[in-house]
C-alpha cells in the first residue's frame, strides 16, 4: 500500500491512493492538463485511476473531477449532499457513486471508510483508505476535532493531518475579519495547535508517516506545522512531511 499527492492547498488538491492493482483519486481540484502532469510525475497515466472519491463541493477539491471523469470515463464516489452542490455540472458523468450514511464499501483492493466532519460544505466527507491490515487515515477541510474523527483515526499507519494555519499568523493577517472568522471557525480549518492537539489524541503506535496539509500559503509556514506536530510525537521536525501546493509529495510506503 502506498499514497502520494498531486498539490494541497486553497489552490488545488488531491491524493493518490494504491493498493495492489487499484488506484483511487481523492479529490480533484486542478484543470485536466495540470492534472495530467501531476500524474505523469508520479509515474502515473489517467487509465491507471480506477476511482474518484469527492469529499466535498468546494472548488479546490472538485473543480477538476468532472472533466476529468468524463475524458477517461473514471466512476466517481460522492455523498448525496455534494452531489447537490454540484449536480448540473456532474450531469454527464459516466457513472456516480453515493456514499450513503458515511458507510464503508470498497473499490477492488481498496477499503475505503467514509466519516463525517464539521465544515462548511452541504455534506462533507473524509476518509480512511485500507487493505485489511494497513489504514491511512486522511483529514483535511475540519474546523474542529470530533469523538469521533479521534475513534476513526486512532490506530492508522499514516495521517494526513490538516494543518491550515497559525492562529497568530491568521488574527495579524490582511484578512477581511468575515473571512478570519470562517477560516478560524468551528467549519472551518484546522489550525496548527488544534491538529496537535487531535495527533496527541490518538493511538499513534502504529503511525509510519504523518503529513501536514492543506497548509494556507499566507497564514502559515512548513517549519511552523512540522515543529507544532513533532512536538507531539516527540520526533524530529523533518520527520514530519509536508504536502506542497505546487508539489504535493512523492510516495509514501505502508510497510
Known sequence: MRFACLGSGSQGNGLVVEVAGTRLLMDCGFTLKETIARLSRLGLDPAMINGIIVTHEHDDHIGGVARFARKFNIPVWLTHGTLRGVEKA??????????????????????????PVPHDAQEPAQFVFGNGALRLGVLTDT???????EAVLSRCHALVLECNHDARMLANSDYPQNLKQRVGGR????????????????????LQHVIAAHLS??????????????????CEAGWIGVADQSEGFGWRQLI
Open 90 to 115: 456532474f450531469a454527464l458523468l459516466p457513472m456516480i457513486n453515493i456514499i450513503d450514511g458515511y458507510r464503508r464499501f470498497s473499490i477492488g483492493d481498496i477499503e475505503v471508510e467514509p466519516y
Open 143 to 149: 474546523g474542529c476535532s470530533t469523538p469521533h474523527i
Open 187 to 206: 467549519l472551518g480549518h484546522l489550525e496548527n495547535t488544534a491538529s496537535a492537539k487531535l495527533l496527541a489524541s490518538l493511538d499513534c503506535s502504529r
Open 217 to 234: 500559503q499566507k497564514n502559515n509556514t512548513p517549519v511552523l506545522a512540522q515543529a507544532t506536530l513533532s512536538s507531539v510525537l516527540n
